[in-house]
T-cell receptor, first 113, second 112 residues
Framework: ETGVTQSPTHLIKTRGQQVTLRCSSQ?????VSWYQQALGQGPQFIFQ???????GRGNFPPRFSGLQFPNYSSELNVNALELDDSALYLC????????????FGPGTRLTVL | QQPVQSPQAVILREGEDAVINCSSS?????VHWYRQKHGEAPVFLMI?????EQKGHDKISASFNEKKQQSSLYLTASQLSYSGTYFC?????????????FGTGTRLQVTL
């Protein structure tokens, strides 16, 4: 059974640029949630995808967008990067949208200069 | 609204016990507990559901007081490997699960 994987591991961008982060869900999981974790803080929910549809969104602006593919892998896109976007971006996969455990990937560390 | 965890930090000697609390102002359906070591992803420990169902590790226990919207994580006979930051994540009772709202975190350090 393959766990949740994310790419890239680290990324450095400049303000105003765009970035795409990728996540492969754990085998058998059809739901992917994305979180932003600033240094010293708990993860903050960005949005969730279930069977290729957005299924809930946190308090993030529209420049944060996502996709889920037929194989349940997912992308997080951030446009017009700001300095405050610097954070660890985590994706978590789970089975269904019920109250189930979520398994996290190792994260992508994004630095915006 | 973000759940509040207490204590913020705790230092234990190996073999000692600890309790970490998580409190929310919203009606909850579930509470999830995770441990995160520095530079690593959060690792699932336990989920407690309204109505009493629990899923998680055998060696870690937790409670969920639905009326008070509070949960506690009990770490007994602590080991060095228990060190890390513990987060509770809560889900509101909306009928459908949509997101986890994570708490402020409790930093636990176990020493020899």
């Amino acid at each position: 059974e393959t766990g949740v994987t994310q790419s890239p591991t680290h990324l450095i961008k400049t303000r105003g640029q765009q970035v795409t982060l990728r996540c492969s869900s754990q085998s058998g999981h059809n739901t992917v949630s994305w979180y932003q974790q600033a240094l010293g803080q708990g993860p903050q929910f960005i949005f969730q995808y279930y069977r290729e549809e957005e299924n809930g969104r946190g308090n993030f602006p529209p420049r944060f967008s996502g996709l889920q593919f037929p194989n349940y892998s997912s992308e997080l896109n951030v446009n017009a990067l700001e300095l405050d976007d610097s954070a660890l971006y985590l994706c978590a996969s789970s089975s269904g949208t019920g109250y189930n455990e979520q398994f996290f990937g190792p994260g992508t560390r994004l630095t915006v200069l | 609204q973000q759940p509040v965890q207490s204590p913020q930090a705790v230092i234990l000697r190996e073999g000692e016990d600890a309790v970490i609390n998580c409190s929310s102002s919203k009606a909850l359906y579930s509470v999830h507990w995770y441990r995160q070591k520095h530079g690593e992803a959060p690792v699932f420990l336990m989920i407690l559901l309204k109505g009493g169902e629990q899923k998680g590790h055998d060696k870690i226990s937790a409670s969920f007081n639905e009326k008070k919207q509070q949960s506690s994580l009990y770490l007994t006979a602590s080991q060095l490997s228990y060190s890390g930051t513990y987060f509770c994540g809560t889900e509101k009772d909306t009928g459908t699960a949509s997101k986890l709202t994570f708490g402020t975190g409790t930093r636990l350090q176990v020493t020899l």
